[in-house]
């Protein structure tokens, strides 16, 4: 089983729909959670981090859930600029020292 | 916010030359950073981890003697490609946490074409 798993996509839906990805992570111990979008031949950015009482930034949201070990990531009102490549992030050490990401989930959004 | 500087952005080299990516804190220091390789429409894969004045933490598969790793002060760590050849050919991103182990800021990453 991999590390950190996510569903590779693509995901194709209209303007203004709502989309939500899963990632789930094998490692109970993991210390903290991030999703991070990457556009086409560029380097991953933060997108958002996730708390265990969930958060919501804007029409993202943000969920933890550590009795199933996964994490969610919800997008409201989607617009075509949100077409990327979603990559769910676990930093599985003690401190700053083991971070893996997910595969990605391609989400394209259409006019 | 935090930067961290990556160049070159893009090199293209004949097999069995060497190559060096340098990776720079611009306005913090980093005691870790992280080596990445990500092939086309595959995810990052984390190669090594590179500690301040000490070896580098290379994950199973990746080839300490090809992928030389350098963490020489706080805000600097270089990858050398050794003896390269075009299966190496690949997008080469480091990163570098600022916050503990609260969120990681990446370099714009460095396209490796191998020819």
């Known amino acids: 089983r991999k590390e950190v798993e996510q569903d590779p996509g693509p995901f194709n839906v209209p303007e203004g729909a709502t989309v939500a990805f899963n990632c789930t992570y094998s490692?109970?111990?993991?210390?903290?959670f991030f999703w991070y979008r990457q556009d086409c031949r560029k380097e991953p950015k933060l997108l958002m981090s996730?708390?265990?009482s969930g958060n919501e930034d804007g029409r993202f949201t943000a969920q933890l859930n550590r009795a199933s070990q996964y994490i969610s990531l919800l997008i409201r009102d989607s617009k075509l600029s949100d077409s990327a490549t979603y990559l769910c992030?676990?930093?599985?050490?003690?401190?700053?020292?083991?971070?893996?990401f997910g595969s990605g989930t391609r989400l394209s959004i259409r006019p | 916010g935090a930067v961290v500087s990556q160049h070159p952005s893009w090199v293209i080299c004949k097999s069995g030359t060497s190559v060096k990516i340098e990776c720079r804190s611009l306005?913090?220091?980093?005691?870790?950073m992280f080596w990445y390789r990500q092939f086309p429409k595959q995810s990052l894969m984390l190669m090594a981890t590179?500690?301040?004045?000490?070896?580098?933490?290379?994950e199973q598969g990746v080839e300490k003697d090809k992928f030389l790793i350098n963490h020489a002060s706080l805000t600097l760590s270089t990858l050398t490609v050794t003896s390269a050849h075009p299966e190496d050919s690949s997008f080469y991103i480091c990163?570098?946490?600022?916050?503990?182990?609260?969120?990681?800021?990446f370099g714009s990453g460095t396209r490796l074409t191998v020819v």
């Open positions: 590179s500690n301040e004045g000490s070896k580098a933490t290379y």
């Open positions: 490692n109970s111990a993991s210390q903290s």
């Open positions: 306005d913090f220091q980093a005691t870790t």
């Open positions: 996730v708390y265990s």
């Open positions: 992030v676990v930093n599985i050490g003690s401190s700053a020292s083991k971070i893996i």
């Open positions: 990163s570098a946490s600022h916050r503990g182990i609260y969120g990681y800021t």
